[in-house]
């Protein structure tokens, strides 16, 4: 398929705008504008109100004031370097406008005395005197009436002005086509949006103010376009997923009845809930493809063997891929014992397993003869195979984004496909980067939960904290000690560690502290990790490796050194690894003041709530989204109007939006689907247009 004809002029070089060369297209690319398409959707930021007022005395100094005067005297610069002035005269008063480095003539052109112009600019008093230094507009009164009363202001760059950028601007949208609307016409009409084309005429020329608010109607439409677009393809790969052949898979719950008989405690009924919506999607005759959010500690761990055992029950196998070998040895320890209850045979397959055992295991694999394998990306190698993988669970942790799904869908044949994240991602965010799966949501807790008592504690407090570790210690209690991120290099981490781990050995005694990082060989980490757990170690010195999955109930002290260099998900992560038992726990954080005022805010957070989600949504609030997920690995599009941060309502509107315009016209053919393609290739929606043309 090639780009529609139509879209041709927005296409085009940006150098067949008036005004744009060779330089300017350069310095249009910097502020990442090529064509005039990228041109149409840089929308101003800002607005100058140029009403023109009858006296400079009407308006508050300093402020943009736009003014007919009859021009006065012209005092020429007294000496080299000095400004020149003219004095105007308005309805009212006399002032000066300034010039530095003005050749006389172009003043005594642009300004002969006598004359009535309009000028506009900044108005500032400077010793009781008011001055326009270099006004933005000098027009004789016929030319003013084309001054647009609201001025919009652009994205700039050294050497690209706001005169250039607009008339480029303007240009680009006399080329603008009447395109086919392809928003649901109901919902156009219910938001009061306008069509298309008229939204970029509008939100290019400001009518007042509040135009360049994200709640403009002009701009609350483009920006839905936006939103529409990427929900387009993602409802496109999710419906490619559907489509591929899946398998029914049903369980007779007889490995799940066992295990559910030998727990000490019921499931919650946010895990029932779960459940019964993954063994649904496992029956039906379509491949699952389902996110798994939930809180720390809101038992995902069991609702993801839950879905393991539906398909061994029902004959076939199950894997668990995580991200590292750390988190698959945690799972795979975290599952031994429910396995056992179920009867079933667990193993774990990492890079680690070499040779013979390794030979046995992939044969035992392939014969069917292990029902339940944990990993890391080592199980997706070309020689592991599989007598009959239902369900391939991934915890996911925020490592991989849509295509990459998308390639393991591919791989695991038929196979369900159940994705886990570490920590609760915010409703915007989870639309945008997993908007083409399902959603089960583990909004509840186990019960009997004994909340975190978290507190701030400045570094130069440190040997009190150790105190306290040496007396907590003394009762009987476990701790970890995180360090802190110095920078992002593991062997500046690992020296951090070290020297904390030496000091801690030396206050606290000899066999008491254990160390873990992540440049340790994997047989040390492994048996650093078990003596903590065993309780042979009583306070676990780590670098963020402990970050997910660790469970040890056991520990109730988390101390978190530079806090205020950890995003706040980590730190929610972190505390999480405390609060699991019965006891009371603590979480230290401590940090190097002063503390800046964004750290303060995100810091006072934790403090307030244990509340994952409303944590992410913070999170998300103050580092923006392009912070709290890489964009290139998260798939996460780059939005030139869509802000996500505010707009999850827009972006949910736009998932249903999607889902339902291609339940009823799949082929988008129909005329509202046809105007949608067109919007896929303005919107430079590739994968999406790729999607489409497989069918
Ligand atoms: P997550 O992976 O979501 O952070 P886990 O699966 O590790 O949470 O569960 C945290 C702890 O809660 C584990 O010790 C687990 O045994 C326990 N747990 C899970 N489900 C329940 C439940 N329904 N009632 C009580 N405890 C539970
Ligand atoms: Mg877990």
Not at 105 to 131: C, H, M, N, Y
Not at 212 to 232: I, K, W
């Amino acid at each position: 398929m090639t780009r529609p004809a139509v879209l041709f002029p927005l296409f085009a070089g940006i150098e067949t705008l008036p005004g744009v060369g060779p330089k300017v297209a350069r310095l249009f690319a910097q502020i990442g504008v090529e064509r005039p398409r990228d041109l149409v959707f840089t929308l101003p930021h800002a607005v100058v109100d140029r009403r023109p007022v009858a006296s400079i005395r009407e308006v508050a100094l300093p402020a943009v004031v736009t003014v007919p005067v009859t021009v006065g005297m012209h005092l020429p610069a007294r000496r080299k370097g000095a400004p020149s002035r003219v004095m105007v005269t308005d309805a009212q008063t006399e002032f000066q406008l300034v010039f530095f480095h003005a050749p006389g003539d172009t003043l005594a052109r642009q300004l002969p005395a006598g004359q009535r112009r309009v000028v506009s600019g900044k108005v500032e008093l400077f010793d009781g005197i008011a001055q326009m230094v270099h006004p933005d507009h000098i027009l004789r009164p016929e030319e003013a009436r084309s001054l647009p009363r609201f001025e919009p202001v652009y994205p700039l760059t050294q050497g690209l002005s706001n005169r250039v950028v607009a008339r480029a601007a303007a240009a680009a949208l006399a080329r603008l086509p009447d395109l086919a609307e392809w928003i649901d016409p109901a919902l156009r009409a219910r938001e009061g949006w306008p069509a298309w084309r008229d939204a970029l005429r509008a939100a290019h020329s400001p009518d007042g103010l509040g135009a360049v608010m994200p709640d403009a109607p002009a701009r609350a439409r483009l920006a839905y376009d936006e939103v529409f677009a990427h929900q387009l393809t993602l409802a496109l790969a999710r419906r490619t997923i559907r489509r591929a052949k899946g398998r029914v898979t049903q369980g007779d719950g007889r490995l799940r009845r066992r295990v559910l008989a030998g727990l000490p405690h019921a499931l919650t009924g946010a895990q029932e809930r779960a459940i019964a919506e993954i063994a649904a999607d496992m029956a039906g005759p379509t491949r699952m493809n389902r996110l798994l959010q939930g809180d720390v500690g809101s038992g995902k761990t069991l609702v993801a063997f839950m879905a393991l055992l539906v398909a061994v029950e029902a004959g076939g196998q199950g894997a668990m891929m995580a991200p590292t070998e750390i988190l698959a040895r945690q799972h795979h320890g975290s599952l031994g014992p429910l396995a056992a209850l179920a009867g079933i045979r667990l193993e774990l397959l990492t890079g680690r397993d070499r040779g013979e055992e390794r030979a046995a295991k992939l044969a035992d694999l392939a014969a069917g003869r292990i029902d339940v394998v944990v990993g890391t990306h080592a199980l997706f190698q070309k020689e592991v195979a599989f007598a009959d993988l239902r369900l391939a669970v991934v915890d996911e942790q925020h490592r991989f984004g849509v295509a990459q799904r998308m390639e393991l869908g591919a791989k695991g044949e038929a196979a369900d496909v159940l994705v886990m994240t570490a920590t609760p991602i915010p409703r915007s965010l989870a639309l945008a980067t997993y908007g083409d799966m399902d959603v089960s949501v583990l909004d509840e807790k186990p019960p009997g939960r004994t909340p975190v008592r978290t507190a701030l504690v400045p570094a130069e407090r440190l040997a009190e904290v150790v105190e306290h570790l040496r007396r907590a210690i003394a009762q009987g209690r476990r701790a970890y000690w995180v360090c802190p991120l110095v920078e992002e290099s593991e062997v500046v981490d690992m020296t951090a560690a070290e020297d904390r781990f030496r000091a801690l050995r030396a206050a606290l005694g000899e066999g008491v502290v254990g160390l873990v990082h992540g440049q340790l060989p994997a047989a040390e980490k492994d048996a650093a990790m078990a003596d903590f757990a065993a309780g042979r170690t009583r306070v676990l010195v780590a670098t963020t490796v402990i970050e997910v999955g660790v469970n040890v109930p056991e520990a109730t002290i988390m101390v978190v050194e530079r806090a205020e260099t950890f995003g706040l998900a980590q730190l929610h992560q972190l505390r999480g690894r405390v609060g699991r038992g019965a006891g009371e726990s603590t979480c230290l954080l401590m940090y190097q003041p002063p503390l800046s005022e964004t750290a303060e805010r995100r810091l006072a957070i934790l403090r307030q709530t244990e509340d994952g989600f409303r944590i992410a949504e913070e999170d998300l609030a103050i580092r923006g989204a392009g912070d709290l997920i890489g964009t290139a690995q998260s798939g996460l599009p780059r939005f030139r109007i869509a802000v996500l941060e505010r707009q999850a309502a827009l972006m949910a509107l736009a998932q249903s939006d999607a889902r339902a315009l291609l339940a009823q016209d799949p082929e988008l053919s129909g005329p509202r689907g046809q105007a949608a393609r067109i919007l896929l290739w303005l919107m430079e929606q590739d994968r999406a247009i790729r999607l489409l043309s497989v069918g």
